[in-house]
């Protein structure tokens, strides 16, 4: 879709828009990265790159209160009507629930800093395909994003169906592996926590995909049928 | 703190966001019912309850959907700045969080269909007590929004503390008992899911409180210490 940011009489306003767009991307990629550093902390039992993710929280939280803050003022100096309100409440959207995967990076993190048996972190390592789909669903998310493409969004949107069947799967086979080995339980729990966690990192992103449709189509399809949205707003 | 929508000179104008700001307290009231209604059909073992949450749920999001399409044409009609625009935007915001907490209300409604052994059921029992502070902080948080009374959203942003820390106790109570008969660990799970669900009932009441104090006060309190809060920005 073209963004067609020419329209806007104020040269200035066109700027202002870009720079908060530009300002989401910047702070999807270090939420992206704050995931990626999260899983390889867990992956390679890296501890000091585990109290980094902890460290490096308060960035994307600075982004989310700044990006705010300047959504809100231009809505009150611009004055923005149509799609370029819509940019602007999706964007208000949006960098909620980045924020929010960063915390679940965090939680993520937070297990990298205990101590697994080798058993256990096996199945620390039975979360990594998952860790890597759901990073995979952000990546895209943001790219949608960035482009503001419906098509690529709704791919995302049906992703995470696929990321929800993974988690099931794996949960039980963790519960399976406590039933097992009940000493394990506590340490198992664990897992449990951080693959919920990848886990809602995918209805993040397709809360994210949800706010491109938004902008670009106009509708709200929050708790829209995937065959309606396909059908009938897609189209 | 006194709303002063007299100020408008647009009568029409102060009515609108008195009727959005209705239709709010509406759709928290109905979620209030969603959660009570879980959490009773849990306690109760009743089944026909729970399916009754369930089938609600659409009317939360029916209610959401609604209230958000109200936000943006208000904001896109009436170019509201300062206060009326940060009121617009914490209700954004706040029934983002209503219809989430909704959606856990679901969630808990769903293990009431399980079946459970007797002892099971006991633990079933012992997050009755978790419940019934979630609803409180749920019911608080609606009155301080209710009265934009920025004390008391402070007060239900202290309580998740508290809750957080009955979840953990109850956690470790469920860990134990999984231990100890490691068969039980299935059903065991539903109910440390449904705890953990009443956990973030809590956070997104803490949410709130935040959008209540950003109304009044002005400022985003989301990253903000409770001590700087209370020294800084409620004084």
């Given at each position: 879709m073209e963004l067609n940011l020419n329209k806007h009489i104020s040269g200035q306003f066109n700027e202002e828009l870009e720079q908060i767009r530009n300002d989401v991307l910047k702070m999807g990629g270090l939420v992206e990265q704050q995931l990626t550093n999260a899983l390889n902390a867990v992956n390679k039992r890296d501890k000091d790159l585990a109290k980094q993710v902890l460290e490096s929280d308060y960035l994307v939280n600075k982004m989310d209160v700044k990006i705010d803050e300047d959504c809100t003022r231009i809505i009150a100096k611009r004055q923005p009507a149509a799609s370029d309100l819509r940019l602007v409440l999706a964007i208000i959207k949006t960098i909620t629930d980045l924020e929010r995967i960063g915390d679940e990076a965090k939680r993520i993190a937070k297990v990298a800093l205990e101590s697994f048996s080798n058993t256990q972190q096996e199945f620390l390592v039975s979360m990594d395909g998952m860790g890597r789909k759901a990073l995979a669903m952000l990546n895209d998310v943001l790219d949608a994003f960035a482009r503001m493409d419906v098509d690529a969004a709704f791919e995302v949107h049906k992703a995470d169906k696929e990321l929800d069947k993974e988690y099931e799967a794996i949960a039980r086979q963790l519960m399976t592996y406590m039933m097992e080995d009940p000493r394990s339980i506590p340490k198992i729990m664990d897992v449990l926590w951080s693959i919920r966690s990848l886990e809602r990192v995918g209805d993040r992103c397709q809360n994210i995909s949800e706010y491109v449709i938004y902008f670009v189509k106009?509708?709200?399809?929050?708790?829209?049928s995937e065959a309606d949205i396909k059908h009938n707003i897609l189209n």
């Open positions: 106009g509708k709200d399809v929050r708790h829209t």
